[in-house]
């Protein structure tokens, strides 16, 4: 269990959706949150401010997370800086939509080497000073469609169903270490990553929502500050759905 010590927190891809929801949920004096972005430095300086505004900190490095060095290099500033390692949670994905029979090998591998690989090298850079200190919590945003699948998403389904192998087997290998891995499977969230569809298909996959509407980025947040409370000290290797009924396994 962490000390009265504020909380090291890692995001990856917290500069915007989903990771800057997640950076503003653990916002607070109680934790140093530390997020990498890819391409925006504007956007990262806007979380820094928003998290900033809750009375919280927050560092946004850029991190190719595709790098193992990077990686490597980015949790040893995190455990440099605060002598801990408490929540890291895989957010950064990247879709190159298309057709299986016409998909170029370049966007499968962009799309498994930024959502699959990128994670893992995360998980393993962060695991070893969790280890050390016999706590941690992990959390990896799959997607619902890495159940289900999704026409022209091939390499994005198989990339969260991956995913998914990925945190049932972590959390076989670090439970004993006090150590939880558990992943959120958001459905459709309204984020820059869904706003690029037309109202006519936004309309139509709202049609086969229960709940007749999309799900906010601060929804899925929730979900992952509770996976990273105390509250869940019991939960690994589970995959938690918010998507407002359109998919019950």
């Given at each position: 269990m962490p000390d009265t010590n504020p909380r090291s927190i890692v995001v990856t891809g917290g500069s915007r959706g989903i990771g800057r929801a997640v950076c503003l949920e653990f916002a607070g004096p109680d934790t140093r949150i530390f997020f990498n972005y890819a391409s925006s430095e504007e956007a990262a300086r806007q979380t820094e401010s928003l998290v900033a505004e809750k009375g919280g900190t927050a560092v946004g490095i850029r991190v190719d997370v595709t790098s193992e060095a990077e990686v490597s290099a980015f949790i040893k500033k995190v455990?440099?800086?605060t002598g801990r390692m408490d929540v890291l949670v895989n957010n950064a994905g990247v879709t190159r939509d298309g057709l299986l029979v016409r998909m170029k090998e370049s966007d499968w591998e962009t799309v498994c080497d930024t959502n699959l690989k990128g994670a893992f090298f995360c998980l393993k850079?962060?695991?070893r000073p969790m280890m050390k200190q016999r706590y941690g919590r992990i959390i990896n945003i799959t997607s619902m469609v890495g159940v289900t699948g999704n026409a022209g998403q091939a390499n994005y389904c198989a990339s969260?169903?991956?995913?998914?192998g990925l945190t049932r087997s972590a959390a076989r290998e670090l439970a004993s270490r006090q150590i939880t891995v558990n992943a959120v499977a958001p459905g459709f969230i309204d984020?820059?990553?869904?706003a690029?569809?037309?109202?006519?298909?936004i309309g139509s996959i709202i049609d086969q929502i229960p709940m007749q509407r999309t799900g906010s980025p601060s929804e899925v947040a929730g979900v992952v500050a509770f996976l990273a409370s105390e509250r869940a000290a019991y939960i690994t290797g589970q995959v938690l759905h918010v998507n407002g009924g359109m998919f019950t396994s």
């Open positions: 455990v440099d800086d850079a962060a695991a969260k169903a991956g995913l998914i984020t820059d990553m869904t690029t569809l037309s109202e006519e298909a």
